[in-house]
C-alpha cells in the first residue's frame, strides 16, 4: 500500500492555516481523514480510530509551536491566562487519553458535536461579550481547563474551539483568546500525547513505525506541512475584524463537528 504522503501534506497545510487563523488544533478534521486512510493501508479495525486519536494530538504539539510564535508577536497571547488555565489542561487531557481505550467512541462523537453546536451558535446569534465584563477566577480557570482537557483528549479535536469560547464568553477579545488557546495547546498536546503513547505501547495490533497510538510516517508529513502554513493564518487573522473571525471560528466548528460525527457512523 502507498505511504499517502500526499494526503498527510496535503491534511497538514489545512490544520496549520486554521491553526494560524483560529487558533484551533485541527483534530476534528484530522481524525476523520486519518481514520480513513489507515483503513485504506489495511491497519487492524480496532486500532484505527485511536491511532486516529493520537496521531492527532501528536501533532499539535508542532503547530501549536509555530501558532503560538506568531500570535505571541501580535501581543495576543495572555501569558498569565495561559500560567493560570494550565495545570488543569495537563491534568484533564492526561486523564482524559488514559481512559479513551475504554470508552465508546461513537458516544463521545455525540457528546462533542452537540457540545459544538452549542457553542457555535452562541458564537454566531448569541449577545456579543464585551471585554472585561465577567472576571476570571483561577480556580474557575481550572476546574473549566481540566474540563476542556478531558473533552479534548478523549475526542483529539475541540480543546483550542473551546478555550476560545470559554474566553469569549467571559469577556476576552477574539484575538486575544486566539492567541491564548494556541499557547495553551502545548501542555494540552504534551499531555494528551503522553497518555496515547502509553496506553498504546506494546500492543500486538499496531502498524510498524507506531510508537503507543502515534503513527510516525503521518506525523511527520502533517508536522511539515502544517508548521509552514500556520504563520500564513496567524498573520490573516490579524487583519481580519473580531466579527468576521467570529462566524468563521463558529461555522468551521459546525462543519467539522458534523464531519466527525458523521465518519464515527
Known amino acids: 500500500m502507498p505511504e499517502w504522503w500526499w494526503a498527510y501534506l496535503a491534511l497538514g497545510a489545512f490544520v496549520g492555516f486554521f491553526a494560524g487563523l483560529l487558533g484551533i488544533g485541527g483534530g476534528a478534521a484530522m481524525v476523520p481523514v486519518l481514520a480513513f486512510v489507515y483503513a485504506a493501508k489495511g491497519f487492524a479495525t480496532a486500532e484505527v480510530v485511536h491511532l486516529a486519536l493520537g496521531t492527532s494530538m501528536a501533532t499539535m504539539l508542532f503547530t501549536s509551536v509555530s501558532s503560538v510564535r506568531a500570535h505571541h508577536r501580535h501581543g495576543a497571547v495572555n501569558w498569565p491566562m495561559v500560567k493560570g488555565m494550565a495545570p488543569g489542561i495537563i491534568v484533564g487531557t492526561f486523564g482524559g487519553a488514559l481512559l479513551a481505550s475504554t470508552l465508546s467512541v461513537r458516544l463521545l462523537a455525540v457528546v462533542f458535536t452537540l457540545l459544538i453546536y452549542y457553542i457555535s451558535a452562541q458564537m454566531l446569534f448569541g449577545k456579543k461579550p464585551q471585554a472585561g465584563a465577567v472576571p476570571l477566577s483561577t480556580s474557575g480557570m481550572r476546574l473549566a481547563a481540566g474540563m476542556i482537557g478531558v ?47 502509553i496506553t498504546g505501547w506494546g500492543n500486538a495490533g499496531l502498524p510498524e513505525y507506531a510508537s503507543g497510538y502515534v503513527y510516525w510516517p503521518a506525523l511527520a508529513g502533517i508536522v511539515i506541512a502544517s508548521m509552514l502554513l500556520a504563520p500564513v493564518g496567524a498573520r490573516l487573522a490579524h487583519r481580519t475584524p473580531g466579527t468576521v473571525l467570529r462566524k468563521i471560528f463558529a461555522t468551521l466548528m459546525f462543519v467539522l463537528a458534523t464531519k466527525m460525527l458523521v465518519s464515527f457512523f
Open 151 to 197: 473533552i479534548s483528549s478523549l475526542t483529539a479535536t475541540g480543546g483550542a474551539a473551546l478555550v476560545v469560547a470559554y474566553l469569549v464568553r467571559r469577556g476576552t477579545r477574539i484575538h486575544d483568546a486566539i492567541g491564548t488557546a494556541a499557547a495553551i495547546g502545548w501542555p494540552l498536546a504534551a499531555a494528551g500525547t503522553a497518555g496515547y503513547v
